[in-house]
Structures are given as structure tokens and as C-alpha cells.
């Protein structure tokens, strides 16, 4: 599992396991966010086991799916709220990570200025500086 730290509260992954749900517990998640379309490609875990892993390791589970380079504004808007509205760490995934952390980007929950969220994806190993233009 390779899990690419934002901030101390929030991390990206690419695709993680039902598996994973035990270790991520142990590491301090207490959420955790799939950002990816149920069957969107084969051999992906559904949402379903998803979220038994996730609620049986004692962590709260959120779907937001977004396909490809769509992100319309009531997925960010839902994004910005689990994020809002989360005590602890959450982590959020989807096939490579990139999705997750650019609604994280675009939903900015810690109200910062656009520069630093381009900084914080970055750091994570994401460029995002094609959204420049979206950021506000």
C-alpha cells in the first residue's frame, strides 16, 4: 500500500485492498474516502467490500465517485464536507491517487490560497498545475 501524506490529517493512495483496512486503522485513519466509479476497471474491489473492510476495522467509509477529469461541483462540495467535517486522519483513494487529491485541491477544506494547495499536491507527488485557472 502506498499511502502519500498531504497534511497530518489527510493522505492520498492509489487503489488499496479490503486487506488494507487493518493497517490503515493501526496507522491512526479514521476514515477513509473511495473516489472511484464501482467496476470501473476489472479486478478492482467494489465499494461494497470497501466499506465492510473499512466499518469492521472501526473506520468510517464515504463514496465519492468521479470519472476521468470530471469533477463536478456536488462531488467537491461532498468532498470538502467529509473533509470539514472529519476528526482525524482520512485517506482517500482511487486508481492512482490523482483524483483524490485533486478534488482535496479543488474542495480546498482548509481554506488556503491556491498556491499552497498546488505546493501540498506537489509535495505528495501530483502535478497539479493544470488547474491553476480552477483555483480560486
Avoid: W
Amino acid at each position: 500500500m502506498e499511502i502519500r501524506d498531504v497534511t497530518p490529517s489527510f493522505a492520498v493512495a492509489p487503489q488499496i485492498q479490503p486487506s488494507d483496512a487493518a493497517e490503515l486503522a493501526e496507522r491512526g485513519f479514521v476514515a477513509v474516502v473511495c473516489n472511484r466509479p464501482d467496476g470501473e476497471e476489472a479486478g478492482q474491489p467494489g465499494v461494497a467490500a470497501m466499506r465492510e473492510a473499512a466499518e469492521t476495522n472501526g473506520l468510517a467509509f464515504h463514496h465519492i465517485p468521479v470519472a476521468g477529469s470530471q469533477f463536478p461541483e456536488g462531488a467537491v462540495a461532498a468532498f470538502r464536507a467529509i473533509r470539514r467535517g472529519t476528526e482525524g486522519p482520512l485517506l482517500a483513494y482511487c486508481r492512482t491517487g490523482t483524483r483524490s487529491i485533486t478534488l482535496d485541491t479543488l474542495a480546498n477544506p482548509d481554506a488556503i490560497d491556491p498556491s499552497e494547495r498546488l505546493m501540498r499536491a506537489a509535495n505528495a507527488g501530483y502535478d497539479l498545475t493544470n488547474l491553476s485557472n480552477k483555483l480560486i
